[in-house]
Structures are given as C-alpha cells and as structure tokens.
C-alpha cells in the first residue's frame, strides 16, 4: 500500500531556532501533500497544501513565514518552522495520495515537536 | 459551508459490547467519504472509503455504512486493541486536489 514516511519523528529546539520536518512518499509519486497540526484531543488542522514545482496554499490563519513549505520533487515536501516559540509546539502531520482521483489519502506518523 | 460532525466525543464499552459512532456530513456535493483510525502519538491510519449512499464497507470487527446525511462505523464484539480515536472525513466537490475536510472524531476506550 501507498506509504509516508515522516522524520524526524519526535524534535526538541530552543527558542528562536528553526525546525525542518520531512515527508517523504515511498512508493508513489504525490504531486500535491497536506500539512497538518493537531492538538492534544483535537482533529487534525490543515495548514497548507504543498504543490509540486509552485507555491504552497495556506489556509486562513497561518503564517506562511512562520511555516516555510517547499515541494521540490514528487516524492519530498518539508516543513520548515522558523523562529520557533513555545506555542509552536505541537504535533504536525503529512499526508499525501497517489493522486488518483479520489484516492484515500496516506499520513506520516508526525511529529512531536517541543519548543523550550 | 462543509462541515463534518462526529458522536459521540468519547466513547467507552466493555470488551465485547458492539456500539456504532456516527459521522454527520454537509457538503454542497460529496465525493467520497473516509474513514481513519489513529492511535496516540501516530498518524491516522486509512479504513475504508464510501462513494455514494447505501454502500457498506467491512474490515474484521469494522463495518462502515453510509447515507446521504450521515455515516456509521458499527464496532462488532469490540475488543481492547480497538481503542483508539476514529476520524471521519468528507472530500467534497468543493475541495481541490484530493483535499479532505475532517470530523473532530470519537475517541474509542474498551476496557477488558
């Protein structure tokens, strides 16, 4: 089945450093990735869409240069959150799908990232 | 507006005592709906997909049903390892790409 992979998995920084997280399609190619945060007893909040080739899409509320996306192949998008702070801390989540049409989409495991 | 509602919040059953969780949907028009399950610390992980009313879905103690409200993931002879929380999820024709709109979800306890 269609796998994502996640790294790191779990990530500890101090304030005001930046953070990139990796999501990695392994067995198919995905044009188009979704990056998620999720609190403690929460769903899943979209942040953006990742694009292939061009800019991502953020949704209404995120700083788009707090969280620096970037979609370089088809198979790689990363995360980068810069000048993180103690409400940076969260889990984030990858997802992605083989593209086909409504195809059922696939996430990483996330990450577990603290801001001290 | 789309919007997906799930119930209840939390739910807790003894080993074996079936339940079903419910997911309401409003979309402008659906294309399909999901079903994830995600245990703490992980992502959620695919169940099943539902494309159109009346269609059922199983996998081992899970059967998913839909309508053109509302689905249902009934939970047969539930046993412990099933605990985790259930999401729901829309892909209306109003969402590009294969974007998702998710359900706050149900949290799933079975104790022993």
Request: charged share 20%; hydrophobic share 30%.
């Amino acid at each position: 089945g269609a796998v994502v992979s996640q790294h790191p998995s779990w990530v500890i920084c101090k304030s005001g450093t930046s953070v990139k997280i990796e999501c990695r399609s392994l067995d198919f190619q995905a044009t188009t990735m979704f990056w998620y945060r999720q609190f403690p007893k929460q769903s899943l909040m979209l942040m953006a869409t990742s694009n292939e080739g061009s800019k991502a899409t953020y949704e209404q509320g995120v700083e788009k240069d707090k969280f620096l996306i970037n979609h370089a192949s088809l198979t790689l998008s990363t995360l980068t959150v810069t000048s993180a702070h103690p409400e940076d801390s969260s889990f984030y989540i990858c997802s992605a799908s083989p593209g086909v049409y409504n195809s059922p989409l696939h996430f990483g495991n996330g990450t577990r990232l603290t801001v001290t | 507006e789309d919007q997906v509602t799930q119930s209840p919040e939390a739910l807790r059953l003894q080993e074996g005592e079936s339940s079903s969780l419910n997911c309401s949907y409003t979309v402008s028009g659906l294309r399909g709906l999901f079903w994830y399950r995600q245990d703490p610390g992980k992502g959620p992980e695919f169940l099943f997909t539902l494309y159109s009313a009346g269609e059922e879905k199983e996998k081992e103690r899970l059967k998913a049903t839909l309508t053109k409200k509302e689905s249902f993931l009934h939970i047969t002879a539930p046993k412990p390892e099933d605990s985790a929380t259930y999401l729901c999820a829309v892909h209306p024709f109003g969402n590009a790409g294969n974007m998702l709109t998710f359900g706050g979800g149900t949290r799933l306890m079975v104790k022993p």
